[in-house]
Every structure is written in structure tokens, then in C-alpha cells.
């Protein structure tokens, strides 16, 4: 997959999250769709506004990327394409190419996992305990642990994910836990 492709799926979940937080609708979102036309279907004030606010900003937003970078809202209109809009931020993006972006999220990754493992096992203990080649089940062992690392993480990452932290990470060794969230983020149908 090309770095234009994860931005414009990236603004798939951003659209989706702004639509409804809560309970994110699953529209049918192209390159090719028309932010001013269904589903979308914003008016010009709201993408040039609100919409655009949420495109430099961090929680759905592009903040990794733009790292404050002026963005030009006022040249978003209603019939920007979302592959458009893709290729604005990536024209203004301070992280040029996918293996950048990997390397970026890996460490972003490495360090909620390891934190987070760490948080939930009973008793805590330190991140730096943590081996990267242990399997996530010897520590965390419970259902409930499990399925808090997979909420925490989900939570965490929401902006990121293309597909969710499932079973398939929490049932590998931390090290490949960490690499299977980043393919989650980078690859379609991952």
C-alpha cells in the first residue's frame, strides 16, 4: 500500500468518527468521494470550519503528520475529493514516506504496548520488564487483562487502525504484537 492510500483511508476513519463519535456509521467511502455529496455530504462553511479544524487536530486528526503546518482550509470545498484532500496532506506532511510513517508508529506502538502490558499485569510492574520476546498471554492472563489491552490500545490507536487490535496480536510475543499493530495501521485487510 503507498502512503496516499493510508491517508486516504486514515480520512475514511476521520469522516466516520466526526459523523458519529460514539458509534462510527459504516459509510461507503471512495478516493473518488465528494465531501460535499452523500455520504458525506457537508456544507462548505462545515468543511472549511469544523471539518478542517479536525483535519489538523489530534484526536481524528492529521497532527502527526502536519506537525503545525498551516493547512489551506479555505481551498476545501464541497466537491474535494477525499483522494484530493489525501494528497494536500501529504504535499504538506513532515513524514514523507511509508517506511517513515512505520518507523514513527513502531515507537508510538512499542511504547503503549509495553505500557500498557505493564499497567495491566497483577501486580504492575515496570515497562522496562517487559520482553520483547515473551508471548503477551504469559502477562497477562486472564480474559479480562486480554480484553483490556485490546479496549486500551483500540482506544489509543482509533485514528490509526485500519483494522482493529484483535486475537491475532494478543496471541503473539510482545515484539510481534507490536509489529502486527503497525501492519494494522499501514495495510488494508490486515
Given at each position: 500500500?503507498?502512503?496516499?492510500?493510508?491517508?486516504?483511508?486514515?480520512?475514511?476513519?476521520?469522516?466516520?468518527?466526526?459523523?458519529?463519535?460514539?458509534?462510527?456509521?459504516n459509510?461507503?467511502?471512495?478516493?473518488?468521494?465528494?465531501l460535499?455529496?452523500?455520504?458525506?455530504?457537508?456544507?462548505?462553511?462545515?468543511?472549511?470550519?469544523e471539518?478542517?479544524?479536525?483535519v489538523?487536530?489530534?484526536?481524528?486528526?492529521?497532527?502527526?503528520?502536519?506537525?503545525?503546518?498551516?493547512?489551506?482550509?479555505?481551498?476545501?470545498?464541497?466537491?474535494?475529493?477525499?483522494?484530493?484532500?489525501?494528497?494536500?496532506i501529504?504535499?504538506?506532511?513532515?513524514?514523507?514516506t511509508?517506511?517513515?510513517?512505520?518507523?514513527?508508529?513502531?515507537?508510538?506502538?512499542?511504547?503503549?504496548?509495553?505500557?500498557?502490558?505493564?499497567?495491566?499485569?497483577?501486580?504492575?510492574?515496570?515497562?522496562?520488564?517487559?520482553?520483547?520476546?515473551?508471548?503477551i498471554?504469559?502477562?497477562l492472563?486472564?480474559?479480562?487483562?486480554?480484553?483490556?489491552?485490546?479496549?486500551?490500545?483500540?482506544?489509543?490507536?482509533?485514528?490509526?487502525?485500519?483494522?482493529?487490535?484483535?486475537?491475532?496480536?494478543?496471541?503473539?510475543?510482545?515484539?510481534?504484537?507490536?509489529?502486527?499493530?503497525?501492519?494494522?495501521?499501514?495495510?488494508?485487510?490486515?
Amino acid at each position: 500500500m503507498a502512503f496516499a492510500d493510508v491517508i486516504i483511508r486514515r480520512l475514511f476513519l476521520t469522516i466516520r468518527y466526526i459523523k458519529d463519535p460514539d458509534h462510527p456509521p459504516n459509510l461507503q467511502l471512495s478516493g473518488d468521494s465528494k465531501l460535499g455529496v452523500p455520504p458525506v455530504g457537508w456544507d462548505a462553511a462545515f468543511i472549511q470550519g469544523e471539518f478542517c479544524g479536525h483535519v489538523m487536530g489530534k484526536n481524528y486528526g492529521f497532527d502527526d503528520l502536519l506537525k503545525g503546518e498551516p493547512f489551506p482550509c479555505n481551498t476545501l470545498a464541497r466537491d474535494t475529493t477525499i483522494a484530493a484532500l489525501a494528497g494536500m496532506i501529504l504535499a504538506r506532511s513532515v513524514v514523507k514516506t511509508l517506511d517513515d510513517y512505520r518507523t514513527n508508529l513502531e515507537l508510538q506502538v512499542h511504547n503503549a504496548l509495553f505500557r500498557d502490558i505493564a499497567n495491566l499485569k497483577l501486580p504492575p510492574i515496570d515497562p522496562g520488564e517487559i520482553e520483547p520476546d515473551v508471548e503477551i498471554k504469559s502477562y497477562l492472563t486472564t480474559k479480562n487483562q486480554i480484553e483490556s489491552l485490546k479496549a486500551l490500545l483500540n482506544a489509543e490507536f482509533k485514528k490509526y487502525l485500519l483494522t482493529p487490535v484483535d486475537d491475532f496480536v494478543v496471541n503473539s510475543t510482545v515484539g510481534r504484537g507490536v509489529r502486527r499493530i503497525v501492519l494494522s495501521m499501514t495495510e488494508v485487510g490486515s
